[in-house]
Protein backbone atom coordinates (compact mmCIF):
# COMPACT_ATOMS: atom_id res chain seq x y z
CA UNK A 1 0.00 0.00 0.00
CA UNK A 2 1.09 3.22 -0.85
CA UNK A 3 2.50 6.13 1.89
CA UNK A 4 0.14 8.52 1.79
CA UNK A 5 1.18 12.02 2.76
CA UNK A 6 -0.97 15.11 3.30
CA UNK A 7 0.50 18.84 1.81
CA UNK A 8 -1.32 21.97 3.35
CA UNK A 9 -0.65 24.97 1.57
CA UNK A 10 -0.47 28.08 3.28
CA UNK A 11 -3.71 30.11 3.71
CA UNK A 12 -2.28 33.29 4.75
CA UNK A 13 -2.69 35.32 1.84
CA UNK A 14 -1.93 38.62 3.64
CA UNK A 15 1.15 38.02 3.99
CA UNK A 16 3.07 39.71 1.08
CA UNK A 17 6.14 39.66 -0.76
CA UNK A 18 9.01 41.26 -1.23
CA UNK A 19 9.20 41.10 -4.76
CA UNK A 20 6.62 39.78 -7.12
CA UNK A 21 3.61 41.61 -6.20
CA UNK A 22 2.44 38.39 -4.63
CA UNK A 23 1.91 36.51 -1.35
CA UNK A 24 2.33 33.41 0.70
CA UNK A 25 -1.09 31.49 0.04
CA UNK A 26 -0.40 32.28 -3.73
CA UNK A 27 3.11 30.46 -4.11
CA UNK A 28 2.70 27.54 -1.46
CA UNK A 29 -0.15 26.70 -3.66
CA UNK A 30 2.28 26.66 -6.33
CA UNK A 31 5.00 24.43 -4.23
CA UNK A 32 2.16 21.88 -2.86
CA UNK A 33 0.85 21.06 -6.39
CA UNK A 34 4.36 20.70 -7.81
CA UNK A 35 5.01 18.11 -4.80
CA UNK A 36 1.80 16.90 -5.36
CA UNK A 37 2.73 15.78 -8.90
CA UNK A 38 6.08 14.81 -7.47
CA UNK A 39 5.32 12.57 -4.86
CA UNK A 40 2.41 11.02 -7.13
CA UNK A 41 4.91 10.13 -9.65
CA UNK A 42 6.93 8.32 -6.72
CA UNK A 43 4.24 6.34 -6.05
CA UNK A 44 2.82 8.25 -2.87
CA UNK A 45 -0.66 8.71 -2.00
CA UNK A 46 -1.49 12.49 -1.92
CA UNK A 47 -3.64 15.07 -1.07
CA UNK A 48 -3.67 18.32 -1.41
CA UNK A 49 -5.63 21.18 1.27
CA UNK A 50 -8.02 23.14 -0.38
CA UNK A 51 -6.38 26.49 -1.00
CA UNK A 52 -7.70 28.90 1.45
CA UNK A 53 -9.02 26.39 3.97
CA UNK A 54 -8.90 26.48 7.58
CA UNK A 55 -6.72 24.52 9.67
CA UNK A 56 -8.94 22.67 10.79
CA UNK A 57 -10.58 21.63 8.13
CA UNK A 58 -7.24 20.36 6.62
CA UNK A 59 -6.44 18.65 10.11
CA UNK A 60 -10.13 16.83 9.56
CA UNK A 61 -9.39 16.07 6.35
CA UNK A 62 -5.82 14.86 7.05
CA UNK A 63 -7.53 12.17 9.96
CA UNK A 64 -9.85 11.26 7.25
CA UNK A 65 -7.36 10.68 4.88
CA UNK A 66 -5.59 8.34 7.26
CA UNK A 67 -2.11 10.20 6.31
CA UNK A 68 1.18 8.61 6.88
CA UNK A 69 2.92 12.51 7.28
CA UNK A 70 0.94 15.61 7.54
CA UNK A 71 2.74 18.61 5.83
CA UNK A 72 2.01 22.28 6.38
CA UNK A 73 3.77 24.52 3.63
CA UNK A 74 4.52 27.88 4.34
CA UNK A 75 7.08 30.68 3.84
CA UNK A 76 8.90 32.53 5.89
CA UNK A 77 9.45 36.12 7.48
CA UNK A 78 11.54 38.00 10.15
CA UNK A 79 12.59 41.48 9.77
CA UNK A 80 13.00 42.59 5.93
CA UNK A 81 16.70 42.17 5.99
CA UNK A 82 17.45 38.59 6.56
CA UNK A 83 17.31 35.58 4.03
CA UNK A 84 17.78 32.65 6.77
CA UNK A 85 16.90 29.36 4.75
CA UNK A 86 14.69 26.74 5.28
CA UNK A 87 12.95 25.54 8.24
CA UNK A 88 11.25 22.65 9.52
CA UNK A 89 9.25 22.66 12.86
CA UNK A 90 8.46 18.64 14.56
CA UNK A 91 5.88 18.00 17.64
CA UNK A 92 8.06 15.63 19.25
CA UNK A 93 12.22 15.31 19.69
CA UNK A 94 11.81 11.90 18.82
CA UNK A 95 14.25 9.32 16.45
CA UNK A 96 11.14 9.11 14.28
CA UNK A 97 10.32 12.34 14.08
CA UNK A 98 13.91 13.76 13.57
CA UNK A 99 14.94 11.11 10.55
CA UNK A 100 11.76 12.21 9.17
CA UNK A 101 12.23 16.10 9.63
CA UNK A 102 15.65 15.72 8.96
CA UNK A 103 15.03 13.75 5.47
CA UNK A 104 12.88 16.81 4.44
CA UNK A 105 15.54 19.73 5.79
CA UNK A 106 18.67 18.18 3.85
CA UNK A 107 16.59 18.00 0.66
CA UNK A 108 14.83 21.32 0.65
CA UNK A 109 17.02 23.09 3.02
CA UNK A 110 20.19 22.80 0.63
CA UNK A 111 18.70 24.45 -2.34
CA UNK A 112 17.40 27.42 -1.13
CA UNK A 113 19.49 30.95 -0.31
CA UNK A 114 19.76 31.54 3.09
CA UNK A 115 21.85 29.21 5.81
CA UNK A 116 20.15 29.47 8.83
CA UNK A 117 18.23 26.36 8.84
CA UNK A 118 17.99 24.00 12.01
CA UNK A 119 15.59 20.87 12.94
CA UNK A 120 13.28 22.86 15.99
CA UNK A 121 10.10 21.82 18.00
CA UNK A 122 7.22 23.68 18.74
CA UNK A 123 4.02 22.02 20.92
CA UNK A 124 1.72 25.29 20.45
CA UNK A 125 1.39 25.53 16.71
CA UNK A 126 -2.69 24.22 15.77
CA UNK A 127 -0.99 21.62 12.53
CA UNK A 128 2.00 20.13 14.25
CA UNK A 129 -0.61 18.94 17.59
CA UNK A 130 -4.06 18.60 16.19
CA UNK A 131 -3.27 15.86 13.25
CA UNK A 132 -3.06 12.24 14.35
CA UNK A 133 -0.37 11.49 11.60
CA UNK A 134 3.16 12.55 11.98
CA UNK A 135 3.60 16.74 11.19
CA UNK A 136 6.53 17.67 9.10
CA UNK A 137 6.13 21.80 9.31
CA UNK A 138 8.15 23.58 6.14
CA UNK A 139 8.94 26.56 6.58
CA UNK A 140 10.48 27.38 2.85
CA UNK A 141 12.90 30.02 2.97
CA UNK A 142 11.81 33.75 3.74
CA UNK A 143 9.56 35.97 1.55
CA UNK A 144 10.20 39.22 2.72
CA UNK A 145 13.64 40.08 1.08
CA UNK A 146 14.15 40.44 -2.43
CA UNK A 147 16.31 37.49 -3.10
CA UNK A 148 14.19 34.93 -0.81
CA UNK A 149 11.27 35.69 -2.42
CA UNK A 150 12.79 36.54 -6.10
CA UNK A 151 14.35 32.55 -5.08
CA UNK A 152 10.56 31.12 -4.28
CA UNK A 153 9.03 32.60 -7.21
CA UNK A 154 11.13 31.17 -9.28
CA UNK A 155 11.37 27.75 -8.09
CA UNK A 156 8.29 26.42 -7.18
CA UNK A 157 9.03 23.79 -8.69
CA UNK A 158 12.27 22.48 -8.28
CA UNK A 159 10.98 22.64 -4.68
CA UNK A 160 8.03 20.08 -5.29
CA UNK A 161 10.70 18.20 -6.65
CA UNK A 162 13.09 18.39 -3.35
CA UNK A 163 10.20 18.00 -1.02
CA UNK A 164 9.12 14.87 -2.85
CA UNK A 165 12.83 13.24 -2.61
CA UNK A 166 12.73 14.22 0.98
CA UNK A 167 10.16 11.98 1.58
CA UNK A 168 11.58 9.04 -0.93
CA UNK A 169 14.80 9.39 1.43
CA UNK A 170 12.73 8.96 4.75
CA UNK A 171 10.34 5.97 3.48
CA UNK A 172 13.32 4.25 1.13
CA UNK A 173 11.29 5.15 -1.46
CA UNK A 174 13.22 5.43 -5.47
CA UNK A 175 12.89 9.14 -6.21
CA UNK A 176 11.95 9.08 -9.53
CA UNK A 177 12.32 11.92 -11.67
CA UNK A 178 10.04 13.81 -14.27
CA UNK A 179 9.97 12.40 -17.37
CA UNK A 180 7.27 13.59 -19.53
CA UNK A 181 7.42 17.29 -20.61
CA UNK A 182 3.32 17.02 -20.28
CA UNK A 183 3.95 16.33 -16.48
CA UNK A 184 6.00 19.51 -15.65
CA UNK A 185 7.48 22.38 -18.06
CA UNK A 186 10.84 21.08 -18.68
CA UNK A 187 12.25 18.14 -20.73
CA UNK A 188 13.29 15.08 -18.72
CA UNK A 189 17.16 16.07 -18.52
CA UNK A 190 15.99 19.80 -17.02
CA UNK A 191 13.22 21.01 -14.39
CA UNK A 192 12.12 24.40 -14.53
CA UNK A 193 13.90 27.00 -12.89
CA UNK A 194 14.53 30.31 -13.26
CA UNK A 195 18.13 30.79 -12.50
CA UNK A 196 20.09 33.71 -13.03
CA UNK A 197 23.22 33.51 -15.51
CA UNK A 198 26.61 34.52 -12.90
CA UNK A 199 29.93 34.24 -13.17
CA UNK A 200 32.64 35.90 -11.61
CA UNK A 201 32.84 39.31 -11.42
CA UNK A 202 29.26 39.89 -12.33
CA UNK A 203 27.12 42.70 -11.55
CA UNK A 204 23.68 40.28 -11.66
CA UNK A 205 25.04 38.19 -9.23
CA UNK A 206 22.41 37.64 -6.16
CA UNK A 207 23.72 36.23 -3.02
CA UNK A 208 21.03 33.92 -3.12
CA UNK A 209 21.68 32.71 -6.67
CA UNK A 210 25.73 32.22 -5.86
CA UNK A 211 24.91 30.31 -2.34
CA UNK A 212 22.26 28.00 -4.21
CA UNK A 213 25.39 27.34 -6.69
CA UNK A 214 27.94 26.76 -4.13
CA UNK A 215 25.65 24.63 -1.95
CA UNK A 216 24.94 21.99 -4.65
CA UNK A 217 28.50 21.90 -6.02
CA UNK A 218 29.25 20.83 -2.42
CA UNK A 219 26.85 18.28 -2.03
CA UNK A 220 27.69 16.35 -5.50
CA UNK A 221 29.56 13.71 -6.20
CA UNK A 222 28.41 11.89 -2.94
CA UNK A 223 28.56 14.39 -0.30
CA UNK A 224 32.33 14.93 -1.74
CA UNK A 225 31.68 18.24 -3.67
CA UNK A 226 33.69 20.00 -5.99
CA UNK A 227 36.31 21.66 -4.65
CA UNK A 228 37.79 24.81 -4.93
CA UNK A 229 41.47 26.06 -6.31
CA UNK A 230 42.36 25.74 -2.80
CA UNK A 231 41.03 22.09 -2.45
CA UNK A 232 38.69 22.67 0.22
CA UNK A 233 34.82 22.58 0.21
CA UNK A 234 33.59 26.17 -1.04
CA UNK A 235 32.67 28.61 1.66
CA UNK A 236 28.48 29.66 2.02
CA UNK A 237 29.42 32.84 1.93
CA UNK A 238 27.37 33.86 -1.51
CA UNK A 239 30.29 35.55 -3.32
CA UNK A 240 31.19 34.35 -6.83
CA UNK A 241 34.97 34.25 -6.06
CA UNK A 242 37.73 31.84 -7.84
CA UNK A 243 37.29 29.24 -5.66
CA UNK A 244 33.44 28.87 -6.61
CA UNK A 245 34.73 29.10 -10.40
CA UNK A 246 37.38 26.78 -10.00
CA UNK A 247 34.64 24.39 -8.78
CA UNK A 248 32.24 24.87 -11.65
CA UNK A 249 34.94 24.90 -14.08
CA UNK A 250 35.42 21.13 -12.81
CA UNK A 251 31.87 20.21 -12.88
CA UNK A 252 31.62 21.87 -16.87
CA UNK A 253 34.66 19.56 -17.71
CA UNK A 254 33.44 16.65 -16.08
CA UNK A 255 29.81 16.87 -17.76
CA UNK A 256 31.39 17.52 -21.22
CA UNK A 257 29.86 21.43 -20.73
CA UNK A 258 31.82 24.81 -22.14
CA UNK A 259 34.37 25.16 -19.85
CA UNK A 260 33.91 29.05 -19.26
CA UNK A 261 32.83 29.34 -15.47
CA UNK A 262 29.74 31.19 -16.90
CA UNK A 263 26.46 29.24 -14.63
CA UNK A 264 23.86 29.73 -17.51
CA UNK A 265 20.39 28.10 -18.10
CA UNK A 266 22.26 24.45 -19.16
CA UNK A 267 24.26 24.93 -16.23
CA UNK A 268 21.89 25.08 -13.91
CA UNK A 269 19.40 22.26 -15.60
CA UNK A 270 21.87 19.69 -15.15
CA UNK A 271 23.22 20.34 -11.54
CA UNK A 272 18.95 20.62 -10.19
CA UNK A 273 18.65 17.07 -12.37
CA UNK A 274 22.06 15.40 -10.48
CA UNK A 275 21.62 16.77 -6.78
CA UNK A 276 17.62 15.47 -7.31
CA UNK A 277 18.46 12.33 -8.58
Known amino acids: MAYKIYLSPSNQSGNKYASGNTNEMAQCDKIAKAAQTALTRCGFSVKVGKSGDT ?37 KNTTEHNKAGKALL ?8 GSDYVLRYRTDLYELSVPS ?7 VEFHDTKTGADWIRNNTDAIGEAIAKGMCNYFGV ?10 TPS ?17 TNTVGQVLTLQRILNELKEGNGYRGKDGEKLKLD ?17 HSLTQDGVCDREDWSKLLCEYLK
Request: proline share 3%; with cysteine; net charge negative.
Open 55 to 91: MANRCNESDAFNADIHMPIHTNAFDAKTTGGTLVMLY
Open 133 to 139: AMSLYLE
Open 106 to 113: DAVGKISP
Open 174 to 183: VYKAPTTENE
Open 238 to 254: GDFGENTEYALKAYQKV
Open 187 to 203: SVSTYSIKMLRIYKGAS
